[in-house]
């Protein structure tokens, strides 16, 4: 290394400082995302149960987001909350080493109950959007979407949102999340046109339709079934026969002489006189 006749060192791994500040980036990257893990995403208090997520994989106090957002106060980072529904309520599993801190080194609060993996940034996890649950990127990778449905489930590949990811994969993400919602846009308006009558707004398509309706309500009161008429005459002509006043209600008396000043009102087959 240098001694042999001018073989010189310039390798990384050789060179003492540079290892020194590799792993010093490493720390800070470990303690960054350690933070990330354990502390609200716009409060910057600690988690606390309640937590939520959103699709993008922030985590939340449940408290902190709800206040922001009937506050209309979010951060322009969070603008793709909208709606309670655009966050989830999630269930971690509690960690039982968990402690603040043990010699100054930080311990994570929770686990995946499937690998006992620490949920302290460093290694991926992921919500299931359709549960609730949160487990470790590896348990999804080696057991299998089918594996965990019955302990976890019901879900599907569409319901998996990692969480904490990298500002990378962020930007990918907030590029999918519009493209979806703008084609959940069309979609709804699409289904609105299709519900609204033909000619919506057109004055003469109107006035043309409101004469159709009331052309065909004529028909049906003018168009009455002729069965109905027959039997309510044959039933007038049998009652006739039984019943003589009956018959003087459908029919002037013709024996008697009605007088000028004499007013006669048949009803249910008795005669009033009113002078």
Known sequence: ?????????VKRKF???CKTEEKRQYQDVKDTQFVRASTCAIS????????????????FNKEAILTAILDKRLDK?????????????????????????????????????VTMTAFDGVHPFVAIWSTGYVISEKA???????????EYGPFSENDIVRLLPSEEELNTRRATLEAQK??????????????EPQGEGDPEALKEAGKKHQR????????????????AKSHINENEGK???????FHKDDDKKSSDRDLFMSVAGFRYTLS
Request: charge should be positive; proline fraction near 6%; hydrophobic fraction near 30%.
């Open 1 to 9: 290394m240098g001694g042999d006749g001018g073989v010189i060192a």
């Open 15 to 17: 060179i003492k400082e």
């Open 44 to 59: 910057g208090s600690p988690l606390q149960d309640p937590i939520v997520c959103c699709r993008l994989g922030y985590l």
């Open 77 to 113: 980072a969070f603008s793709h909350i909208r709606k309670l529904k655009g966050i989830k309520t999630l269930q971690f599993t509690p960690n039982p080493e968990y402690q603040e801190k043990s010699n100054g080194t930080a311990v994570a609060k929770y686990i995946c109950p």
């Open 140 to 150: 999804l990778r080696e057991i299998g979407i089918p594996g965990l449905q019955t």
């Open 182 to 195: 703008e084609l959940s846009a069309r979609k709804n308006e699409g289904k609105k046109r299709s519900r």
């Open 216 to 231: 065909s309500k004529d028909h049906a009161i003018v168009s009455a079934p002729k069965s109905v008429v027959n039997v």
């Open 243 to 249: 019943s003589e006043v009956y018959k003087k209600l």
